[in-house]
């Protein structure tokens, strides 16, 4: 069984993006850039998937200009057998990404698709379960554990309140949750013999899909800041500050 | 045209964040809908048709929507989706599982957990974590979206409204519900609480999170978050994250223990009316958020604390 993992390149969880001066959009020109950290659990488990002799090969797909060939080099020293970029310089949806990445599954023919819960650039959220509806294919989104079980995948997902544990046919669309999996560390010798594997560039325009973004930018601003407050000296202090709050019981 | 609202339900009761959604389903100024799928549900499709502004309740029962999955209810959404101008839901886990595969199947986008509605087709959301707020317009016909509750104000309830049955396609069938965990406590829900006492890794241990923080939630009807670290290191269970990827809380007092402050976890709780910060550390991010700061070793503040209210 062969197991396709989609993967995005976000900018680094530390940095605080700015927004460019004129307010069009954020400004990320020269900021560290990584892996999605979700997109990274989905690859962990893909590799513990295969380490375990439930599947064959790890196929890695991304979307988006030539520079994300660093972290497509980052899989494929986690230990990902393939690498494929989707070469595009629009900034694709959701939708769009879902499209493409099913024309990618049908020419691969993977059985079992795993992508990150959420993008945290975006933080849409929304490219698994469109996909999972594109091919008509059971979705586990959220998912914290995954087992392969005969011709089905057991999945338990974060829920609010608590989890839940579906059993999906495959071929299905898992999406990690931060807790699937710790992913490993990147050993150098790793990332040498990376840099050899090669790559394959296709053009995203050959499949033929419309990317045009449904959703137009109009503009971008910095949120209200929450004021920092006062420091107080004693739990005395705290108590009185906040009995003087209307509405406040202590 | 007409506004659906997918709502939420545990199978007892109907989810308190839809009437929210319902505020926002105003804004379009069009009958709004609300769909209730389940087994054995009418008493929820009739709470649902006391929420006032509400027009009709639309009611699918089927043995199968016992524990309604995002195959099924897509289906049976898009059945009656022809009719619909928006549809939306608050921000759930629930909904970002359901309507992304709703919005695929119509072919239109998805504008989730939006903040605001400033026009029939353009909202305001955040990205990076609740750092950046970006205005998108959408250009398809249909909107779907999710919205964050705690911006929208809960809508009352009036006249119960009439409720209509549908027929539910049949099952998906490559996808089985098998169990559930659903935490036990006897505290109020973490997400609608009035007070919400958060705890990061400074406490140590599961132990510890429960002896130190507990007492205090008690006594103050509190609901207890954590931070992911502290979720992560095992100290509290995973479904009381708050934050970018766990809950996103606004009550009338958050106090945040031993918490400092990274941006994924504020992105949960700078809605907040009131924010207490207790932590050691004087240079700790979270007193830039908080309006009362109070640095010393929770081990001693928060027993203090707890004590000191009556």
């Given at each position: 069984m062969k197991i396709l993992v989609a993967v995005k390149r976000v900018v680094d969880y530390n940095i605080k993006v700015r927004i460019k001066a004129d307010g069009s959009d954020v400004d990320i020109a020269g900021v560290k850039m990584g892996i999605n950290p979700f997109d990274e659990n989905a690859i962990e488990e893909a590799l513990r998937l295969k380490e375990k002799g439930n599947a064959s090969e790890v196929v890695v797909v991304s979307i988006g200009s030539a520079a994300n060939q660093d972290v497509l080099r980052h899989t494929l020293a986690m230990g990902a057998d393939r690498a494929i970029l989707l070469e595009t310089d629009v900034n694709v949806q959701p939708l769009g990404v879902a499209k493409l990445l099913k024309a990618m599954i049908e020419r691969e023919q993977t059985k079992l698709i795993m992508l990150g819960k959420q993008a945290i650039d975006d933080d849409a959220g929304q490219a698994g379960q469109m996909l999972a509806a594109l091919l008509d294919y059971p979705q586990g989104t959220f998912a914290s554990t995954v087992q392969i079980e005969g011709d089905e995948i057991v999945v338990t997902r974060e829920v609010d309140g608590g989890t839940e544990t579906l059993a999906l046919t495959l071929p299905a669309i898992i999406t990690a949750d931060l807790r699937l999996n710790e992913p490993r560390f990147v050993k150098l010798p790793n990332l040498m013999m990376a840099r050899k594997k090669p790559i394959e560039t296709i053009n995203a325009s050959e499949f033929g899909i419309d990317l045009k973004p449904r959703l137009n930018l109009l503009k971008v601003s910095e949120p209200p800041a929450r004021k920092a407050g006062i420091k107080v000296g004693s739990v005395e202090e705290l108590i009185n500050k906040l009995r003087a709050h209307e509405g406040i019981q202590l | 045209m007409t506004i659906l609202i997918l709502a939420e339900h545990d199978g007892q009761q109907l989810s308190a964040a839809v009437q929210q959604a319902v505020t926002a389903a105003l804004f379009w100024n069009a009958p709004i809908h609300v769909l209730v799928a389940g087994n054995g549900v009418e008493h929820i499709a009739k709470q649902a048709a006391?929420?006032?502004?509400?027009?009709k309740v639309i009611h699918a029962n089927a043995a199968h929507l016992a524990h309604p999955l995002a195959e099924d209810l897509a289906k049976l959404i898009l059945t009656i989706s022809a009719e619909y101008q928006a549809i939306l839901a608050a921000h759930s886990s629930f909904s970002r599982n359901v309507l992304p595969r709703v919005a695929a199947l119509l072919d239109v986008a998805m504008i989730s957990?939006?903040?605001?509605?400033?026009?029939?087709n353009t909202y305001v959301r955040s990205i990076y974590a609740g750092n950046i707020l970006t205005t998108v317009q959408s250009t398809d016909t249909i909107q779907v979206l999710t919205i964050h509750s705690s911006n929208f104000v809960a809508a009352g309830f009036g006249d119960s409204a009439e409720i209509v049955h549908i027929e539910t396609p049949a099952a998906f069938g490559k996808s089985r519900w098998l169990s559930e965990v659903l935490s036990q406590s006897d505290r109020p829900a973490l997400s609608s609480a009035k007070v919400v006492i958060s705890g990061g890794r400074s406490l140590g241990s599961a132990e510890k999170f429960e002896q130190v923080l507990s007492p205090l939630a008690t006594k103050l009807g509190a609901a207890l978050g954590a931070t992911r670290a502290a979720v992560d290191a095992g100290f509290a269970p995973n479904d009381i994250q708050v934050g970018q990827t766990g809950i996103v809380v606004a009550p009338e007092l958050y106090i945040a223990v031993g918490v400092s402050g990274a941006v994924q976890h504020t992105y949960g709780m700078k809605d907040s009316r009131i924010v207490v910060a207790i932590n050691?550390?004087?240079?700790?991010?979270i007193f830039q958020v908080a309006d009362y700061g109070l640095v010393a070793d929770l081990f001693i503040a928060i027993p203090a604390l707890t004590a000191a209210i009556q």
């Open positions: - | 006391l929420l006032a502004g509400v027009e957990d939006v903040l605001e509605i400033t026009a029939e050691q550390d004087p240079d700790a991010p």
